[in-house]
């Protein structure tokens, strides 16, 4: 993928500066009939699956104090990574965005709100809902782009380096939560230097990641075993495959959220005085969805529908599947990419993608069109 | 929500109690990174030892507009004392709102059980939600009881109690505790019917059983009480310890008529706090903690009034998606400058705001 502003076919070349304005006051509008009815229905669903997730963890991990006998470890280990999946999906990630905030319970808050993760939530909240949900596929501003060790863009320099690509972006799978951990705490850049390494944020930062990880890996790697006595390693094992299951389902959703075939990125000088329109705009073309069954989308914590989630991330990720139907109309009325596909399509997609970026390319069109997305000259903001 | 940490001095607790801290610590660990009560939450509410919370065990209905709720509260209940408040935290329309109620019922229930009664009241969510849906079953979230419009220890020779509307509550609370302790009591009550009058059966056969004076005045038929027709009512009129719960302009007036009189000191009044904000544009947002107070008109987010009036404020996205900027409003109403929704809280309440899209719409307390 080229950024946007270098691409040969430019997807907005129709829309005027009044059309983008006009798709922005049409979104605005969308969510005002969300936020109009928000309330009841959206408090029970969410109390309704943190109700089934605790009760299929417990249950699962009952089931694994026999873990000794294979059926019961396959039941316990798929219960388990089901109820990892859902707790870190359409709860902790959904509530960490402020979706429920909302309801006024302190239980659930995005203040509160403590997940199964080896990274702390506020630091990921940092990360995620600060860096990346504002600067949503810019390259260099947005490092949920390759996540620091990947090349995604065909006008990154090469070097061999990016050679092993495909094999640091499965190992990342697998040990997806880890590699988030070390992503929030920017661990390339912080071990950098001494004085970065001694920074007392980035110091208090890494003690949190390190307690949590040992307070994570305690309960998966030694209480619960301890727990079933004779079968020991095996609910051992069977926390790690959940756990790993767990990641490798979390990393393919997220890959294939801006990651596939069709979606733009950004060059960094574009979103200087960027309006609120133009921002929506990034965000239509910068993400992509996942088609599916209701328990597809459930599952994925409604980051299926990836495009609808970077429009409006606060609002309750179960109403995305309603406001899709509105906003795939407003991509036809303006005749933009509205990317979406089966889960298995947009996976090979990214994973093509990341593959082919492995590789040196021909440099794209040189010169970048500096009318992509139209913009007013202002000084460029100071950001924190 | 992360674990609360346990103070581990071994060796200055007994063995018993360290042992439960450790099997306690383990529980937790067990749980991570949730702490246990929210696994038991999900099947015993009233455990939870962090969180109050209340049963409703039964519904009464007082008058068309009133019901009484028998609350069972959950660990971590105090009892109250006749004439304190509870506040209660119920969902309405899956938003929880705080409100305050009188408890009614006599203290030190052998059931332990306390009870609350609602009068809804004009444009009230909360009084107007538990009047149509509160059930038996029903968990509600409360506080501990507080307040100090309570009797002293030492009971007065004579007690005067003057109220209107639902200020009865309180004093209902105080009576059925207490009427035997105290030994001559008059009290003057406003509603605007008889069948107005929230716990008129039990006041009747008060003073039926000659164990007070009732004064019944309604006011949809003889118009307001004023303070100058006490004397007439109540001829000792200064010479009683008085309590007073009504409408502000109701104790409003009172205040004045024994101020005037020299005895401030033997009124004790009862406010009920009106809920009910209306929203303008702009208004004077005061930080709490920093003592900085700033005026900040429409259209302008409170973050950057703040920060313009050299507050220091959390911040991020600083477009309402991020989450960074909230802090909490302890008093206040505010607008959505993005759909326009309108935010309020009450003295007591903690909402919390995202300070980069809520404009002032009134004046704001931010606890900063
Ligand atoms: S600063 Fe991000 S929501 Fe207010």
């Excluded at chain 1, 270098?6 to 922005?24: C, M, S």
């Excluded at chain 2, 009910?276 to 903690?289: H, I, M, N, P, Q």
């Excluded at chain 2, 991020?316 to 400058?337: A, H, Q, S, T």
């Amino acid at each position: 993928m080229t950024t946007l502003q270098r691409q040969e076919n430019n997807p907005i070349a129709h829309l005027t500066a009044e059309d983008i304005e006009a798709i922005g006051r049409e979104l605005d509008a969308i969510r005002d009939e969300v936020i109009a009815v928000r309330g009841e229905r959206d408090a029970a669903y969410i109390r309704r699956v943190i109700k089934v997730q605790r009760s299929l963890e417990i249950g699962s991990r009952a089931v694994l104090l026999f873990s000794l006998f294979p059926p019961a470890w396959l039941v316990g280990t798929a219960g388990l990574s089901v109820a990892k999946i859902l707790e870190n999906m359409e709860i902790g990630h959904n509530i960490l965005h402020g979706q429920y905030d909302f309801m006024r319970d302190p239980k659930i808050h995005s203040t509160t709100w403590e997940w199964d993760m080896a990274t702390p939530a506020e630091q990921w909240q940092h990360s995620h809902n600060q860096i990346h949900h504002k600067y949503t596929n810019v390259v260099g501003k947005d490092n949920d782009l390759g996540y620091g060790i990947m090349r995604v863009d065909e006008n990154q320099r090469w070097h061999p380096f990016f050679l092993a690509q495909p094999l640091w972006n499965f190992i990342n799978a697998l040990f997806f939560e880890y590699g988030i951990a070390a992503y929030d705490l920017e661990l390339g850049r912080n071990l950098q230097t001494k004085k970065r390494r001694s920074n007392p944020v980035f110091r208090k930062n890494l003690k949190a990641v390190g307690r949590k990880i040992g307070k994570q890996a305690l309960k998966d790697y030694v209480i619960h075993p301890a727990l079933s006595g004779p079968s020991f390693l095996h609910t051992m094992a069977a926390n790690f495959t959940a756990n790993v299951i767990r990641n490798v389902w979390s990393h393919s959703v997220i890959m294939c959220g801006h990651f596939p075939n069709g979606v733009s990125t950004f060059e960094r000088t574009s979103i200087k005085g960027e309006t609120r329109g133009e921002w929506y705009l990034r965000q239509m073309l910068g993400s992509a969805n996942i088609s599916g069954s209701k328990l597809m989308h459930i599952m994925t914590g409604n980051l299926s529908h990836q495009i609808e989630h970077h429009l409006f991330p606060d609002l309750p990720a179960s109403r995305y599947a309603e406001v899709a139907v509105k906003v795939r109309a407003l991509f036809e009325k303006y005749d933009l990419p509205y990317v979406t596909g089966p889960l298995p399509k947009q996976v090979a997609s990214a994973w093509a993608k990341v593959i082919r970026l492995s590789l040196p390319n021909r440099k794209p069109t040189a010169a970048p069109d500096p009318s992509i997305p139209p913009r007013r000259p202002v000084a460029e903001p100071v950001t924190a | 929500m992360t674990s609360p940490g346990r103070p581990s001095r071994l060796g200055e607790v007994p063995v018993t109690q360290t042992l439960r801290n450790g099997a306690w610590r383990v529980v937790e660990l067990i749980t991570t990174p949730v702490v246990p009560s929210d696994y038991l939450d999900v099947i015993a509410p009233l455990r939870n030892p962090n969180v109050l919370r209340a049963r409703v065990e039964a519904v009464h209905r007082e008058t068309a507009n009133a019901v009484t709720l028998e609350l069972r509260p959950g660990r971590g209940w105090r009892p109250h004392q006749p004439g304190q408040y509870v506040r209660l935290g119920v969902d309405v329309d899956g938003i929880r709102l705080w409100r305050s109620y009188s408890v009614s019922s006599p203290a030190g229930q052998p059931s332990g059980r306390i009870s609350v009664t609602v009068n809804a009241v004009r444009d009230g969510l909360v009084s107007s939600y538990l009047l149509a849906n509160a059930r038996r079953g029903m968990i509600v979230n409360l506080d501990l009881p507080a307040g100090d419009f309570v009797l002293p220890a030492e009971r007065p020779a004579k007690s005067l109690f003057v109220t209107a509307g639902s200020g009865i509550t309180p004093v209902m609370g105080i009576l059925r505790s207490a009427v035997h302790e105290l030994p001559d009591v008059v009290v003057v009550h406003s509603a605007r019917t008889s069948e107005d009058v929230v716990f008129g059966a039990d006041l009747r056969a008060l003073a039926a059983a000659g164990r007070i004076t009732l004064i019944e005045r309604h006011t949809g038929a003889d118009g307001r009480l004023k303070p100058a027709e006490l004397a007439e009512l109540v001829p000792d009129l200064f010479e009683r310890e008085t309590w007073a719960c009504g409408p502000g302009e109701m104790l409003d007036a009172l205040a004045d008529h024994w101020s005037e009189a020299g005895a401030a000191e033997r009124l004790h009044v009862e406010r009920f706090r009106p809920t009910v904000l209306v929203a303008g544009d702009g208004g004077s947002v005061t930080f709490e903690r920093s003592g900085a107070r700033v005026e900040a008109p429409a259209g302008v987010s409170i973050l950057d009034a703040g920060e313009a009036a050299g507050q220091l404020m959390p911040s991020g996205c600083r477009m309402g998606i991020c989450f960074k900027c909230v802090l909490p409003m302890r008093e206040g109403i505010v607008r959505d400058m993005r759909d326009g929704q309108i935010t309020t809280a009450v003295e007591g309440d903690n909402v919390l705001i995202q300070t980069c899209v809520s404009a002032a719409a009134g004046p704001c307390h931010l606890d900063a």
